[in-house]
């Protein structure tokens, strides 16, 4: 009897009875599992690690499926493919939702690993589950700590008083980059500064590699990440000038950079930041109390306030002047908040008639504007509008008359070297990274303080610090970390002198976590090193890394800055973490951004539940490109699965025998099955998966065409064009495409079966069908040589008897060729 007796074979494709059967099969077999020691080559498919905040949402299953596409593509092709998963589970939200329950954060974080990682399995995501890792376990936040004292030891990570970004309602600090429009990117709240002492890594020592290598990523990265990079890093090319200030009947020279030194003859004020300890330095005595009424104010705002060019202009002359180092002349020096203290030395020469901050500001307080390039636009002292253009240079001692900028700015800093009051410099947008916390769910910062020592690193040998079992009220915020307050946990030891000493209270961002996971990957149960260097130069770079856009700035570039340094210490042999990136859109509904106050929330778990995971995946797949957004309330998980069904009653149709000749099938529909096979490989490596999804449904339409007419399901072709379905089908409906595989006659799993292989000659058409329109109406398909001429295709055409009986004798105007593929008459 047959292996596809129809008597045996099942007539309704049940989902979920589908899914109960293979998924603890798959589950046994571990299919997945990356053996470091294989021979085969080697990929490294890596998705950004999802936060446990709840179960999967809509935002999960749509990365994830992209990224199956991919993984389990490279399986196919032959590759030892490693495709871990892990969580990134420190963080705020698990403790604002323990402050709430009156329990310990863990309790939250963990309970929701556990119904994700349920989820995943589900979902049939092809995860090496062997390699998982969550990091907020001590033995990988050990490794965190070790990394971060490796970090100081050179000099990267280090301590200083400065104006922070404060979260009123976190309770905490907030890097630049967390900051989005004036507000906290976790809970919304107005962001303020406030004066701590904090733990900085020292990104910007990188700045310049961190740049040039963006040249080397961007033909594999998309063009907006890059971009994103290129500006946040921020480089530009100037000049450092010394002003002479007099203050207290002495001078203080004070440095400001600008990337228009040429203008210096146009400066006609200066400008410090009012939060900056400069501004308190240079201020006299008279003018002291309105000064530090203003920086109360200043402290409330913003950085994005602050900089905003719509924003009316405030500040506090502080009865000091300085010498401008071009001309000699004394001007006023004011303090203001549109300038940031941790930008270059916080202190600017305003330059009005050229710089609209600095024009509006002008006006506001009564100073002097002096334009010094014509650029033939009106004077700004009389507009209002700064002219910020080229144009010959005016009012400027020995550049007047120059029209070029380059020479312009090159003589003044020729002026000011010979002087000595001024060089060439670089300067970068980008600042040292603010890693402290004051918050419990994080990594403790392994340092101790003591009053005789200083800042003590904790001994290797006494990682990691663990945290204290706090919870409930012992976590709420209060402006310090709640650490502070364990004291069993917060007074040990020196571990040089003995003395009384004291933990650091803080906690690390939890961006250092998920700065180095993807290394931890590659050897996740070594308990004697963070990362076995030798398995991370065998796996890494990252073949692909797939997440969302939101990332650009934050995430990325924080793992490129770690990876440079670990290269700098020998621990990797590599400078670039990821060799290529992917980003998805997000999953919206009825054009909006899924929400509960909206009432468009699109619940995962219930679409699974009446679709089933195939459905879902292939809908999210076959969406549209990868980047695009997705409405759910435009697609059609019913329409996918109901494709699902014919494509799986395909396999229930096949009569022929697995070990059947496939060479002796059908010509034309091998042709299909191998053209599909061909194409399939370039549109995965360009990440068209949308258009794979319609060329799997073209094949599945073909191959139910040569059965009903006249192929029969027993003809050998009809076996390989099913098979065939069943392999392309398992990157993306996995249930499906192993059911259909069993019922083909094959042991699992289809997932491992290997790529089909293309048969070349079949790729050659005999033939091609050249369409025919009269008017723009289709009026007759010709079978015809691919190299066909557009003479003998127009002959061919207007032979036709269908054409000539649509033309009905009248003139033909026009006759347009397309070979070998369309030909268009127009009469008339």
């Not at 990136?581 to 009825?590: A, D, H, K, P, T």
Request: overall charge negative.
């Amino acid at each position: 009897m047959s292996v596809h007796d129809s008597e045996a074979a099942p007539e309704h494709y049940d989902v979920a009875a589908v899914e109960t059967k293979w998924l603890p099969v798959w589950e046994q077999l571990d299919q997945f599992r990356a053996e470091d020691s294989s021979p085969r080559e080697k990929r490294y498919a890596l998705t950004m690690f999802p936060y446990p905040s709840g179960d999967l949402h809509m935002g999960h299953a749509e990365v994830t499926a992209l990224h199956d596409v991919i993984a389990r593509y490279w399986w196919l092709r032959g590759y030892e493919v490693m495709n871990p998963i892990g969580w990134d589970s420190f963080g705020l939200p698990a403790e604002n939702a323990a402050i709430r329950n009156d329990e310990h954060p863990a309790t939250y974080t963990y309970a929701n690993i556990a119904t994700q990682a349920e989820s995943f399995r589900r979902y049939a995501v092809s995860f090496d589950w062997s390699r998982r890792l969550q990091t907020s376990d001590p033995d990988y936040y050990r490794w965190t700590q070790w990394l971060f004292l490796k970090f100081r030891e050179r000099g990267l990570a280090y301590r200083k008083d400065s104006p922070v970004n404060w979260c009123p309602n976190d309770q905490t600090v907030l890097a630049n980059e967390q900051v989005v429009d004036g507000r906290c990117e976790r809970c919304g709240a107005e962001v303020t500064k406030r004066e701590l002492n904090q733990w900085y890594f020292k990104i910007t020592e990188y700045a310049q590699e961190l740049l040039d290598d963006l040249d080397v990523l961007a033909p594999t990265w998309p063009d907006r990440v890059v971009t994103a990079q290129r500006n946040w890093i921020g480089r530009s090319e100037g000049a450092h000038v010394t002003f002479q200030v007099a203050t207290g009947g002495a001078g203080r020279a004070v440095e400001v950079y600008t990337t228009r030194p040429d203008t210096l003859y146009g400066a006609t004020f200066m400008v410090i930041a009012a939060d900056a300890a400069l501004a308190s330095e240079l201020v006299s005595d008279e003018q002291r109390p309105a000064l530090e009424a203003y920086q109360a104010q200043v402290r409330k705002a913003s950085d994005i306030d602050r900089l905003s060019t719509d924003r009316a202009k405030t500040g506090v002359d502080l009865g000091v002047t300085a010498t401008n180092p071009v001309n000699g002349e004394q001007v006023p020096v004011w303090a203001s908040d549109y300038v940031l203290a941790d930008y270059g030395t916080g202190a600017i020469m305003a330059v009005p008639a050229h710089d609209q901050r600095d024009l509006d500001f002008a006006r506001q307080m009564g100073l002097p504007v002096r334009r010094v390039v014509d650029t033939g636009e009106p004077n700004p002292e009389e507009t209002g509008v700064a002219t910020t253009g080229d144009g010959s240079y005016v009012n400027s001692g020995p550049l007047d008359g120059l029209t070029d900028k380059a020479t312009g700015v090159r003589r003044t800093i020729d002026l000011l070297e010979a002087d000595g009051t001024g060089s060439g410099a670089v300067n970068f947008r980008l600042r040292d990274w603010l890693l402290s916390r004051q918050r419990y769910w994080g990594a403790p910062i392994p340092v101790i303080h003591c009053a005789s020592c200083g800042e003590v690193p904790v001994p290797e040998d006494q990682l990691p610090v663990v945290l204290p079992e706090l919870k409930g009220a012992d976590l709420k915020p209060k402006g310090v970390s709640p650490l502070a307050a364990a004291e069993d946990w917060v007074n040990v030891d020196c571990p040089q002198c003995g003395g009384p000493a004291k933990r650091d209270s803080d906690t690390m961002d939890t961006f250092v976590d998920s700065s180095w996971y993807f290394l931890r990957y590659c050897s996740p149960g070594d308990d004697t090193r963070a990362f076995d260097t030798d398995q991370v130069n065998a796996w890494m770079p990252a073949d692909i890394y797939v997440g969302g856009v939101e990332h650009a700035v934050l995430h990325l570039l924080y793992a490129r800055f770690f990876t440079k340094v670990l290269a700098d210490m020998g621990l990797v042999g590599f400078r670039e973490p990821f060799a290529a990136q992917l980003n998805q859109g997000f999953v919206i509904n009825r054009g909006k951004k899924m929400s509960k106050s909206l009432g468009n929330g699109v619940n995962l778990g219930e679409q699974l539940a009446e679709f089933g995971v195939d459905a879902v995946r292939l809908t999210l797949v076959f969406a549209g490109p990868p980047e695009d957004d997705i409405d759910w309330a435009e697609m059609s998980p019913s329409g996918s699965l109901r494709f699902l069904q014919r494509a799986w009653r395909l396999s229930g149709d096949v009569t022929s025998e697995p070990t059947v000749d496939r060479t002796a099938g059908d010509v034309t529909l091998r042709r299909a099955t191998h053209r599909t096979v061909h194409e399939a490989g370039q549109l995965i490596e360009s990440h068209r998966f949308n258009v794979l999804v319609a060329r799997i449904m073209e094949l599945v339409n073909a191959t139910r065409k040569a059965i009903d007419s006249g192929c029969g399901p027993a003809d050998p072709a009809v076996r390989e064009a099913a098979e065939t379905v069943a392999i392309l089908l398992s990157l993306v409906a996995p249930y499906t495409a192993e059911e259909m595989w069993e019922r083909l006659g094959h042991q699992p799993t289809v997932a491992r079966s290997g790529w089909p292989e293309v048969d070349e000659a079949l790729l050659i058409e005999d033939s091609v069908t050249a369409v025919v329109q009269v008017q723009g109406k289709v009026r007759a398909r010709l079978e015809v040589a691919p190299d066909i001429s557009e003479v003998d295709l127009e002959a061919a055409a207007m032979a036709d008897e269908a054409v000539q009986r649509a033309i009905d004798g009248k003139s033909v105007r026009k006759v347009i060729v397309r070979a070998p593929k369309l030909v268009n008459v127009v009469v008339g």
